[in-house]
């Protein structure tokens, strides 16, 4: 769950929003809409803390991990596009490195057995064992065919990036999934598969997008703040 108490933000004298009180759940899909400059990318960035709000506060159930569609289509240029998408959860891709690491070491001690017994273990809890066919299906079901997987994102064309980027956010079923505009640069069938997998996704996401179809068919909605299910 998501808690968000007392939250202001302002720039100058214009502000934004304030004394906002909400709770998003487990098992809804929320839409956030409004105007253009009403504060629906920002309010997203309050939640994944990459802005700081002037005042409240964001609270997210302990150990639940959150995703959020990057923008930056460059952020990953000299990276595979299958390692992009596993980089999308975090803490696997850090214990693999991790793993990859231990297991290079020429001066390998009982006390690394031991070490690499406890990421096996983590690793394994995650599904990394299958990890890199997950993300593999993911790709190609999101129209990235498998002749690109291996190549890095600088080389792909950019309607090919967007797809990366979304695979991304989705992969690893994140408790929480923070959608900025995930409809652009995609076509009606990429749409209507994210639709439907958002339809039955049973953890929590927010959605900021000025496609009403697209937020009608996976959210419901009203100004600012909705919510669905």
């Known amino acids: 769950m998501i808690s968000v108490r007392d939250l202001k933000l302002a720039y100058g004298k214009r ?10 759940t487990k098992g809804n899909c929320y839409g956030v809409i409004g105007a253009n400059g009403a504060g629906k990318s920002t309010f997203l960035k309050i939640l994944s803390g990459e802005i700081e709000p002037n005042k409240g506060t964001v609270e997210i ?26 980089m999308g959860h975090t803490r696997m891709w850090a214990i693999a490195k991790e793993r990859e690491a231990l297991y290079a070491k020429e001066d390998f001690t009982e006390e690394d057995g031991i070490q690499a017994g ?22 190609s079901e999101l129209g990235v065919k498998e002749s690109f997987h291996q190549s890095l994102m600088k080389e792909i064309p950019s309607n090919l990036k967007v797809r990366v980027l979304l695979a991304q956010a989705l992969f690893g079923n994140p408790d929480i999934l923070l959608l900025d505009e995930p409809t652009n640069g995609l076509d009606i069938e990429t749409i209507s598969w994210l639709e439907n997998f958002l339809a039955d996704y049973e953890n929590i996401v927010l959605v900021v997008s000025h496609d009403r179809h697209f937020l009608m068919l996976s959210a419901h909605m009203w100004p600012m703040w909705t919510g669905r299910k």
């Open 15 to 24: 502000v934004l929003f304030e004394e906002v009180n909400l709770n998003f």
């Open 118 to 139: 406890h990421l096996e273990h983590d690793y394994g809890e995650m599904g990394g064992y299958t990890a890199e066919s997950d993300a593999a299906t993911l790709l």
């Open 61 to 86: 159930t302990p150990g639940e991990r959150m995703a959020v569609l990057k923008q930056n289509q460059f952020g990953f240029d000299e990276v595979t596009v299958l390692d992009t998408v596993l």
